[in-house]
């Protein structure tokens, strides 16, 4: 089948490298991109999937893992620090889940909850313990310069046979029941495909052509501007294997090390601030001057379809939160690989039918679904302090599933059943992370399921074999004092 994807980028060359590694040989590969048009980025942060994309979970790979952190300036991420989600927060949520996180009650997460209290709960995973104690075993995420990525994996492409044009789109031709009949190119070319895959980020080229339409989410998502610099390490600075997440008066800041700078950038909401105001709230904050590389404007969401006819849609064309999360290159790999794995096959006749389009587009939206119930959980952390956070608390902002694990969380802290979920998507054991980091959840109450559940002495004997096998510290060395009282709440 003849694939032409169009839009270069992190979504165009991961699209293009794991067709080309996932069946070699089947495909005719055409990318189209324009040299002259940029991206988005200022480093950016990534979940354990992309680790898994280049060391060989989905494919066999040759990719020396050293070389490619070198080449795309990473470094390691082993979570994310959130400070100032609500009143006197400041925690770690490891991006792997706690050692019981896929249990139905997660006994190690709620026994170093009623322990340790929500200032180490990193210390329930195994990726947790090893930012605990600075080391770095070589799983986890990475951190990223956002123009490097897409050109390492274009490099990779080039082992393959593929066709590559350096050109901007001036037209798309279209039938009459909506399928993209071929593109015109400002070098005078057109190229006619049978398949085409959507990269073309914000403007969505391809898919706005034949009749897919935004699906908009800033009702219960309050975030649509943002403001990325980037920043030099201060002299003796060490990076941390960590991303920094700090809210601010109307949003708030990510920090991304990489080896040589540091990528950063103010995700806020235009309403409550604006650009000037945001770039000095920034430089307030930092103690210095910053020199924004842009200022964009976005509406949270995704497309209505993901696949429709000959088109599909990946990267910020699909769908876009905002950066929390590192969200939008996973979601990138989630999509493709269901495609690929599940759809792909050798001619368009196969591929394209009605049945494989509504199942992939049931599955790509509750995934990009269940991820807005994510990102909508972590600003319920209660803040009054400035305009943005009172509209967010006194108008509850926030999707249904949200409301409704607040709501469950009142009484039993919620275990894995209560999120639905699928490969690929966030769960409840990240969830509450983010729930007991913004106090939601309650060492009292972590005591109290343990006991109900006559899990206490497990969860105790549990615990303390995880913690010795792998950690060299003492097991309780930051513990709480006991204290089995109603107070406690």
Not at 263 to 274: E, L, M, R
Request: aromatic residues 12%; glycine residues 8%; contains cysteine.
């Amino acid at each position: 089948m003849n694939i032409t994807i169009v839009g270069g980028g992190t979504a165009g060359w991961i699209s293009a490298y794991f067709i080309l590694n996932s069946q070699p040989g089947m495909h005719n590969i055409t990318v189209v991109e324009s040299s002259s048009i940029g991206i988005v980025g200022a480093g950016e942060g990534s979940t354990g999937i992309l680790r898994d994309l280049v060391s060989g979970y989905f494919f066999k790979t040759d990719i020396n893992i050293q070389n490619f952190m070198e080449e795309t300036d990473s470094t390691p991420k082993l979570g994310i620090r959130h400070i100032n989600w609500a009143k006197d927060s400041d925690y770690f949520a490891p991006i792997d889940v706690s050692y019981s996180g896929f249990t139905l009650t997660d006994y190690i997460f709620k026994y170093a909850l009623f322990r340790y209290g929500n200032k180490n709960l990193h210390k329930t995973s195994i990726l947790g313990l090893e930012y605990e104690e600075g080391n770095y075993s070589g799983n986890g995420a990475f951190h990223f310069d956002a123009h490097k990525i897409g050109t390492f994996f274009k490099k990779e492409c080039l082992k393959h046979k593929i066709t590559i044009i350096d050109a901007v789109i001036e037209d798309v031709k279209t039938t009459s029941d909506d399928y993209i009949q071929s593109i015109l190119l400002d070098n005078g070319q057109e190229i006619h495909s049978d398949f085409f895959i959507d990269c073309t980020g914000f403007n969505r080229v391809l898919s706005s052509k034949i009749g897919v339409d935004w699906v908009d989410y800033s009702d219960v998502l309050p975030m649509n501007s943002a403001m990325p610099f980037l920043v030099d390490y201060e002299e003796g600075e060490q990076f941390v294997a960590e991303t920094k997440a700090v809210a601010l008066s109307s949003g708030w800041m990510w920090e991304i090390p990489l080896r040589t700078r540091k990528g950063c950038g103010y995700v806020f909401d235009n309403n409550f601030i604006s650009n000037e105001e945001a770039q000095k709230e920034i430089e307030d904050h930092l103690g210095k001057k910053i020199k924004p590389i842009r200022f964009l404007n976005f509406t949270p969401g995704h497309v209505d379809k993901f696949w429709k006819n000959n088109v599909l849609s990946l990267g910020l064309s699909s769908a876009f939160v905002e950066p929390l999360e590192a969200s939008s290159i996973h979601n990138t790999i989630v999509q493709i690989a269901i495609f690929v794995k599940e759809f792909l096959l050798a001619s368009k006749e196969e591929t394209i039918s009605e049945i494989n389009q509504d199942i992939y587009n049931q599955r790509a939206t509750f995934l990009n679904k269940i991820t807005i119930d994510f990102i909508s959980l972590h600003y319920q952390g209660g803040r009054e302090d400035s305009a943005f956070w009172r509209h967010i608390k006194n108008n509850k902002i926030m999707t249904k599933n949200t409301e409704m694990i607040l709501n469950k969380s009142k009484g039993k802290i919620p275990g894995f059943v209560m999120m639905e979920g699928m490969w690929g998507s966030h769960s409840v054991p990240l969830a509450n992370y983010i729930l007991a980091g913004m106090n939601l959840i309650t060492p009292y109450q972590a005591y109290r399921d343990l006991t109900v559940d006559g899990f206490y002495k497990i969860a105790e004997k549990e615990y303390i074999n995880f913690f010795t096998k792998h950690s060299s510290r003492s097991v309780f060395d930051d513990a709480i004092p006991y204290i089995i009282e109603e107070s406690y709440e």
